[in-house]
């Protein structure tokens, strides 16, 4: 029997350090930090994109699909996610609380709206919180937590008003069940040195079959997403912390500190000390 997204509700998860309620704009990203927003990554708790201006596309839970002007997509806690960002392009993101992710959908949801009414009560939304997430007046950040929950309550009705997506009914097939449940397999296990045979074998399928529907949601192999997903975590790790390199090799599913240098270096450009020297350590987990 295949394993679907829900299976994984009684899974074990690693711990994470609690996100607090916060608003980050999307844009105008360096060339050399495009890796945070583009590679498959998750986190511990939702995250809500807005997208302003700009197009692209964005992967969710092995599902690729286009995104344009005032689209908004939620990630639930744990899910992996991955898009381009343009020049053109303009948002912001959303950190949820745990305490708020009751109040939010339990699977991915993009909507696009469409309706000038409703693009204008959001912004309205949006701008009121980071009003408030950036007041130093008494209360703000209880404020804050008001306001996203208006918003969570617009989010609930524009997808009672929302018509089917075409992306929404390709997140029922069974390609996308599969891959969806795949994705949620490397996020619990991308730390050990399971391959996509052993995945494949947990989900009862074949390899070639898993990345046959991989190619078909998303346009990358099995193997691709997961060597994603690694790659993710250990440029954070380079970036964010002072882990030694050898630890981090073993830390994101390498079995030798050598062989993860030359995956890394063929990866990214260069070697893991280099790019470890080449950004700032900065924080934004």
């Known amino acids: 029997m295949h394993l679907m ?23 105008q990203t360096p060339q050399a930090n495009r890796w945070r927003t583009e590679a498959m990554r998750s986190h511990a708790t939702p995250r809500l994109i807005f997208f302003a201006r700009g197009q692209g596309r964005i992967t969710v839970a092995g599902l690729t699909s286009g995104y ?27 950190t949820l609380p745990a305490a ?19 693009q204008k009560e959001l912004l309205a939304l ?3 919180l980071e ?7 008494p ?3 209880r404020a804050a937590h008001y306001h996203a929950g208006l918003l969570s309550v617009f989010f609930a009705r524009q997808i009672a008003l929302q018509s089917i997506d ?19 397999l490397i996020e619990r296990d991308f730390r050990s040195d399971h391959g996509v045979a052993d995945y494949a074998a947990e989900l009862g399928v074949t390899p070639t079959h898993l990345t046959r529907c991989c ?12 060597a994603d997903r690694r790659h993710f975590e250990a440029c954070t790790m380079l970036r964010d912390t002072k882990t030694p390199v050898q630890d981090i090799a073993s830390q994101t599913g390498f079995q030798s500190a050598a062989y993860f240098s030359r995956a890394f270096q063929a990866r990214a450009g260069v070697s893991p000390t280099t790019f470890r020297r080449a950004g700032p350590q900065v924080r934004q987990r």
Not at 131 to 137: F, G, I, P, V
Request: glycine letters at 8%.
């Open 68 to 94: 344009g002007p005032n689209n908004l997509i939620f990630i639930p806690a744990r899910t992996m996610y991955g898009f381009e960002i343009g020049a053109a392009v303009f948002g912001q993101i959303l």
């Open 215 to 226: 190619r078909q949601t998303c346009g990358q192999s099995a193997l691709g997403l997961l």
């Open 5 to 27: 997204p829900n299976d994984f509700a009684q899974l074990p998860l690693p711990d994470a350090a609690p996100a607090t309620l916060a608003l980050q704009a999307l844009g």
């Open 131 to 137: 009003r408030e997430l950036q007041s130093s007046r």
């Open 100 to 118: 708020m992710a009751a109040e939010w959908p339990d699977t991915p949801v993009h909507l696009r709206l469409r309706d000038v009414a409703g």
């Open 126 to 128: 949006i701008e009121g």
């Open 139 to 141: 209360h703000s950040r």
């Open 166 to 184: 075409p992306a929404l009914a390709r997140q029922q097939t069974s390609a996308a069940k599969l891959v969806a449940a795949y994705t949620g």
